[in-house]
């Protein structure tokens, strides 16, 4: 932390641990800091009158403001604008690709809905907006001396839910505090969120500043960061498992196919196990072991993204440093170990789902999982349910590694040759992690073989392998390196659907739960 934001924060002194009633009660921001502060001393409803004193304007001097506000947008001089002329002025604006809201700007500012903003739709906008952040900004400013102290902002995050510490305060109170005095002032509030077009409320203000100032999906490709602490985790949680279960089921044939494939030991290739599985089961039989594969996203994502922010957790105070300061490596290692939690608790379910996807009958007719699943314990034992678990952990952290570092490659490439230097945007990001991932799980695809094999054959069965050296070495003797990479196929097929499809679901449904 430096600079002015930083010495305010730290005037609070242990103000961020207690609750919020001693954190009011917290000595106040440097006289220095609060000397800007101007009471608007106008009593009653808040109205313009308000907000003119609050940014010491008069009506012709903020009248002139929206003009060449306006103006800047309206680059043709035709007194109307449009979707493209609102996308070039954020442009211009260097707006962040993830933050760029020029459709939901165009529709809240468009009351007639014809797709066009004149110069009056522009200033009753601005009109509505102005007064809608002053009242939060009254809202926030309880001491009521015309500015926002870092404490008060503190207050206000923490009764909407919202945890943050010390740092994080200080770089959101830096960033909103152009003149670097430490204290936020109405004017510095209305620009940095005039041109948000959300409702806004404490909670969307928090999420359009992480946006602004922390979307880097290359760190945090596995989880992104500091989402256990907002308010809205359960939102995100939501949103990503119905994306997870809509993805696994657009590619569900892909996956059963690669299945199918893993498990051959004699040669097979991609058209005669197509035609297996429409024989044995129709159209039906290339979702089977998809509902269990849909059930498990929901809890996988939850264990894992509280197993990872536990370990951060425990790696910063082992470190005696602020979670903030976790770098890279470090989140590298707690996200593999917070994705080996998750996959050792949920494996049984997988376990199950390739027994589903490779049970062989002539009839079609399978058996249901309460049934295949009492078989197994019946017949195998507890323990059958984890075979196959050390080479799926084992692959765990280099692929995240993998994918990692060709991400970020690919991504500091793109600046270089691409975009020229500025932040790339969805598509090109969506185009890193397909290629990263693609060549993660091609690395470690082998143990995936294994694993399948190990999952699909009955632990009590003659020919059973006897762990995951066994595994390996019979592949190896009788079908080659190649038999490892069985099913890769089908496997890269659905890496480019399945993130498209995850990355599209998971937009839309931020937008539906009014995450954006």
């Known amino acids: 932390m430096t600079g002015a934001a930083a010495h305010a924060v730290e005037s609070r002194g242990a103000a961020a641990s207690p609750p919020p009633v001693a954190a009011a009660a917290a000595p106040a921001a440097p006289a220095a800091a609060a000397g800007p502060c101007e009471p608007v001393r106008k009593a009653g409803p808040v109205t313009m009158e308000h907000v003119l004193l609050a940014l010491h304007e008069s009506e012709t001097e903020r009248e002139a403001r929206i003009q060449d506000m306006f103006g800047f947008f309206d680059t043709s001089g035709r007194g109307q604008l449009d979707y493209a002329q609102i996308e070039a002025g954020l442009a211009a604006m260097q707006v962040p690709a993830e933050c760029k809201y020029a459709r939901e700007l165009l529709r809240a500012c468009d009351r007639d809905r014809d797709g066009r903003v004149g110069y009056e739709d522009f200033r009753r906008y601005m009109d509505d907006k102005e007064l809608e952040l002053y009242r939060i900004f009254q809202a926030i400013d309880v001491e009521h001396n015309g500015c926002i102290l870092p404490e008060e902002l503190w207050d206000a995050l923490v009764k909407a839910g919202i945890e943050i510490d010390d740092e994080e305060l200080a770089r959101f109170v830096e960033h909103v505090d152009k003149?670097?005095?430490?204290?936020?002032?109405?004017?510095?509030?209305?620009?940095?969120?005039?041109?948000?077009?959300?409702?806004?409320?404490?909670?969307?203000?928090?999420?359009?500043?992480?946006?602004?100032?922390?979307?880097?999906?290359?760190?945090?490709?596995?989880?992104?960061?500091?989402?256990?602490?907002?308010?809205?985790?359960?939102?995100?949680?939501?949103?990503?498992?119905?994306?997870?279960?809509?993805?696994?089921?657009?590619?569900?044939?892909?996956?059963?196919?690669?299945?199918?494939?893993?498990?051959?030991?004699?040669?097979?290739?991609?058209?005669?196990?197509?035609?297996?599985?429409?024989?044995?089961?129709?159209?039906?039989?290339?979702?089977?072991?998809?509902?269990?594969?849909?059930?498990?996203?929901?809890?996988?994502?939850?264990?894992?993204?509280?197993?990872?922010?536990?370990?951060?957790?425990?790696?910063?105070?082992?470190?005696?440093?602020?979670?903030?300061?976790?770098?890279?490596?470090?989140?590298?290692?707690?996200?593999?170990?917070?994705?080996?939690?998750?996959?050792?608790?949920?494996?049984?379910?997988?376990?199950?789902?390739?027994?589903?996807?490779?049970?062989?009958?002539?009839?079609?007719?399978?058996?249901?999982?309460?049934?295949?699943?009492?078989?197994?314990?019946?017949?195998?034992?507890?323990?059958?349910?984890?075979?196959?678990?050390?080479?799926?952990?084992?692959?765990?952290?280099?692929?995240?590694?993998?994918?990692?570092?060709?991400?970020?490659?690919?991504?500091?490439?793109?600046?270089?040759?691409?975009?020229?230097?500025?932040?790339?945007?969805?598509?090109v990001q969506l185009g890193c992690g397909t290629v990263s991932g693609a060549l993660g799980a091609t690395c470690v695809y082998p143990l995936q073989v294994i694993r399948t094999r190990l999952q699909a054959q009955r632990g009590n069965s003659e020919a059973a392998y006897n762990g995951m050296s066994d595994v390996f070495w019979r592949t190896l003797k009788h079908e080659g390196v190649s038999g490892f990479y069985k099913g890769i196929l089908p496997n890269l097929l659905k890496v480019v659907p399945a993130a498209s499809i995850t990355y599209m679901v998971y937009e839309a449904m931020k937008k539906n739960l009014s995450l954006d």
């Open 179 to 427: 003149d670097n005095n430490g204290i936020i002032t109405f004017e510095e509030w209305r620009d940095f969120l005039m041109l948000y077009p959300n409702e806004a409320t404490i909670e969307n203000i928090y999420h359009h500043w992480e946006r602004v100032c922390l979307v880097d999906i290359g760190e945090q490709a596995a989880i992104p960061e500091g989402l256990s602490k907002h308010v809205s985790a359960s939102k995100y949680l939501i949103a990503g498992g119905i994306a997870g279960a809509a993805s696994r089921t657009a590619t569900a044939p892909l996956d059963r196919l690669k299945v199918i494939m893993q498990v051959q030991t004699t040669r097979t290739t991609v058209a005669h196990a197509v035609k297996d599985i429409f024989i044995r089961g129709g159209l039906r039989g290339f979702f089977r072991g998809n509902g269990l594969n849909v059930v498990k996203v929901a809890p996988e994502s939850a264990i894992r993204f509280y197993a990872y922010e536990t370990l951060k957790e425990y790696i910063m105070k082992s470190k005696g440093e602020n979670k903030s300061a976790v770098g890279a490596s470090e989140r590298l290692v707690a996200g593999g170990l917070a994705g080996a939690v998750a996959q050792t608790a949920i494996y049984p379910i997988d376990l199950v789902k390739t027994r589903l996807q490779t049970f062989s009958c002539e009839s079609g007719k399978v058996p249901s999982l309460g049934a295949l699943s009492r078989d197994i314990w019946k017949h195998e034992g507890p323990r059958a349910f984890y075979r196959g678990l050390v080479p799926s952990l084992l692959g765990i952290v280099p692929y995240a590694g993998i994918d990692l570092a060709v991400y970020e490659t690919l991504k500091d490439a793109s600046r270089t040759y691409i975009i020229k230097d500025s932040e790339p945007g969805p598509l």
